[in-house]
């Protein structure tokens, strides 16, 4: 996308590192909050007016006060101390940043302005450290002239003037026109660009401002607009037509041991119908955990085959690939097809083998990890490309999966609040499966302090004559890998656990072999144990129905969507199944809220919206480290309304923005929407390799 517009030679540096890269981004640089310089508070009110001194912050207030002495002092450290008074009383000044002439100025009887927060110490009474002065006093009539001052956010280098001096120019010479239609601003009541863009300079507005509003429709409207022309600019694909003449989903469905729930089979009806066109699919199946989506998949692979097409399933892990494997191998059983499993350190001879498959065509189905989009393999024939948990690939995978001109539909288990849906992945199809299988109970959910971990034992050593299993989840505290300090949780939750189950325990974690995790994982599945004792790596898509209990040691430390997941690893079956939270005290604010919402509410999406509000869109949908831009000024949540509107507009300019004549006759002057997007360039447009 194009640069900051008019951006001069020589531009600050001190500029850049707030990342401010032109004029423009300085127009759109708002104050934090603005100091008053119109009024004269005497010192002796602000001893009474802040009564009891506590910390709380008080408001900045200016005074006009007289020198009265001033000395460095050594101790604690090196400061400038200014006794001041006015008619009212005393106070003092500190400064720990000053130079001779500023030592030198603070003679006896030198009058000042004293711009500053005050606050109260034992020893000096009423004290300002680091305030801003001004030198002499002014007369009433010259006080309430004064603008009110601005204060900007800013970095060490940059002083307040300077930076307002810079701002107070870009204005002058660089301040948008309004470039929406009368007719829009009328509708949504809001003014025009440039009065807001001044009116924020200029005051403190209410969050809830319509100045502030009319900032966030620039912004909404132009991330739109760069949202749909990157997306429009890839042009979709073509892909076989898949029809399933031989019929093998239709006899994959009259094989299934249950019927489909009302939503899977909208979903599939959905699926069914892309598959038919020649363009490629790129669909979504969302649905919360255990709402039943593997099936949807097995569907569209079952569509393939019987096109006489190949298909690939992918799955984020190596245990998730296998579980897929087994589950697909058992529906597919009786149908005469070929399947492989193909996932990263097979023996050489084994991979070229099952490659070969692929290459020739004998192969109609390979489930793996992403293993399967490495260069190597080779389809004679690929028709879908199926992805589980798509959210949790990366986005290069993500890229990689698109350019291959296939059929393409993503599993995922994250909800996508419907702001979401309307804003980063507006043109994304979806189908939401939003039904869980018949049978299914409400998982009961618990929170118990980490000190009355004993109480668990008894319930769970009981397990085995109920038929039931359970989970014991110790978090891996960073990045994905199991480090040491998890793995010795780990080891101390085994060895608390192991007197009282016995061979009823089973461990599996990050640092085992795959084979080894997998043959754990299958014992697992298969009840040859009760306590599966773990550390994420089951965090996704494993399926054991007689898993009614799921323990999160330090659950704390999990985030909202994590721990949502692992809950929904249980009450895949019937009967009652609980999910039980350990918690470490004290529990920070925000965990307090995480854990509180999870019992609150078992509703995915009513979980996603919160998480989306705790952690922001680009988190949410995975794509996101930190540092890059997001919307700034709109809350997806908050502004909905707003939100709906910039949409709207935002997809018609898209429509119209390659024909200028289009666009002129809709109302918006070509020359200004290239500069809305010009104003935004900071909205970068890498999230839209997201979905
Ligand atoms: P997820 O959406 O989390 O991937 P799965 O596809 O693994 O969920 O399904 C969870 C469990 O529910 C599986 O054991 C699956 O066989 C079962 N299941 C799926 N659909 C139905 C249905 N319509 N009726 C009964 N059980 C179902
Ligand atoms: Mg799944």
Redesign the pocket.
């Known amino acids: 996308m194009a640069d900051a517009g008019s951006k001069p030679k020589l531009w600050p540096q001190v500029l850049q590192k707030l990342g401010l890269t032109g004029p423009t981004d300085l127009v759109l640089h708002f104050p934090l909050r603005f100091e008053d310089e119109s009024s004269v508070c005497s010192l002796a009110s602000l001893s009474t007016e802040f009564g009891f001194w506590s910390e709380q912050a008080s408001p900045s207030v200016q005074c006009q006060v007289e020198v009265l002495e001033s000395q460095v002092v050594f101790k604690p450290r090196r400061m400038l101390k200014v006794r001041v008074k006015d008619d009212s009383g005393e106070a003092q000044l500190r400064f720990i940043y000053f130079n001779a002439s500023m030592q030198a100025a603070m003679v006896k009887g030198a009058r000042y302005r004293v711009i500053g927060v005050p606050r109260y110490s034992r020893l000096a009474g009423l004290e300002f450290i680091h305030p801003r002065l001004k030198k002499g006093w002014l007369s009433q009539e010259d006080l309430s002239q004064q603008p009110l001052r601005a204060v900007y956010p800013s970095t060490s280098g940059l002083t307040q003037d300077r930076l307002g001096q810079w701002i107070r120019k870009a204005l002058d010479e660089h301040c948008p026109d309004e470039w929406l239609p009368g007719a829009y601003l009328k509708r949504l009541g809001l003014p025009s660009l440039p009065a807001s863009i001044r009116a924020l300079h200029a005051q403190t507005q209410p969050q809830a401002s319509p100045f502030w509003n009319r900032i966030r429709l620039d912004e909404i409207v132009a991330q739109q607009l760069a949202l749909r022309r990157a997306r429009s600019s890839r042009h979709r694909a073509s892909a076989p037509v898949l029809q399933d003449e031989k019929g093998l989903s239709q006899r994959l469905l009259q094989a ?6 009302g939503a ?1 089979h909208r979903a599939w009806l959905q699926v069914q119908t892309d598959l038919a066109r020649p363009v490629a699919t790129h669909r979504l199946v969302q ?11 097995a569907l569209a692979v079952a569509a393939a085959i019987g096109s006489g097409f190949q298909a690939a399933v992918m799955a984020p892990t190596e245990i998730l690939a296998a579980q897929l494997h087994s ?1 697909l191998s058992q529906w597919f059983e009786g149908f005469g097809l070929q399947l492989v499993f193909l996932k990263g350190g097979l023996s050489e001879r084994d991979r070229r083998e099952r490659l070969a498959g692929l290459a020739d065509g004998t192969v109609s189905l390979a489930v793996g990890t992403h293993a399967l989009i490495q260069e190597s393999v080779q389809f004679a024939r690929l028709g879908v490309s199926v992805v ?2 798509q959210h949790r690939f990366g986005v290069a995978q993500r890229i990689a999966l698109r350019e291959a001109g296939v059929h393409i539909l993503g ?1 995922s ?1 994250t909800p996508i609040p419907r702001s979401l849906a309307m804003t980063y992945l507006a043109d994304l199809d979806v189908s939401v ?1 939003d039904e869980r ?3 299914r109970e409400p998982i009961r959910t618990r929170l118990i302090a980490q000190s009355r971990r004993e109480e668990l034992v008894e319930p769970l050593s009981r397990l085995r004559e109920q038929g039931s299993q359970a989970y014991w989840v110790c978090p891996v505290i960073e990045g994905q890998q199991d480090n040491e300090k998890a793995l010795a949780a780990l080891e101390e939750t085994e060895q608390w656990l192991r007197p009282v189950l016995g061979d009823e325990l089973g461990v599996v974690h990050g640092r085992l072999k795959a084979a080894e995790k997998q043959a754990v994982m299958q014992a697992f599945a298969r009840g040859d144990f009760t306590v599966l004792l773990a550390t994420t790596v089951i965090e ?2 494993v ?1 054991v ?1 007689a898993a009614r209990v799921m323990v999160v040691d330090h659950a704390e430390r999990f985030g909202l969507a994590q721990l949502h997941q692992l809950r ?1 690893r249980v009450g ?2 019937s009967g009652q199944s609980s999910c039980i939270l350990l918690y470490q005290e004290p529990l920070s604010e925000a965990a307090k809220v995480r854990l509180r919402a999870l019992y609150e509410t078992d509703d995915g999406f009513e979980l996603a919206r919160r998480d989306l509000a705790l952690r922001g869109p680009g988190e949410l949908l995975g794509f996101r480290q930190s540092g890059e831009p997001e919307l700034r000024f709109t809350d997806l949540e908050r502004d909905e309304a707003l939100v709906q509107s910039g949409v709207e507009i935002g997809a018609a300019i898209a429509e119209a923005f390659d024909d200028p004549k289009r666009l002129v006759k809709l109302g918006f002057e070509p020359q200004a929407v290239h500069r809305l997007l010009n104003r935004w360039h900071r909205l970068a447009t890498d999230l839209l390799t997201s979905v």
């Open positions: 299934l041991p249950f019927k489909l729930t899977q649905g919360d955990v255990g709402s039943g989506k593997t099936v949807i998949a589950k589980d948990e599993m288990a499966i299988p018949p049978g996704v898509g399926d129905p929904g895949r079956g």
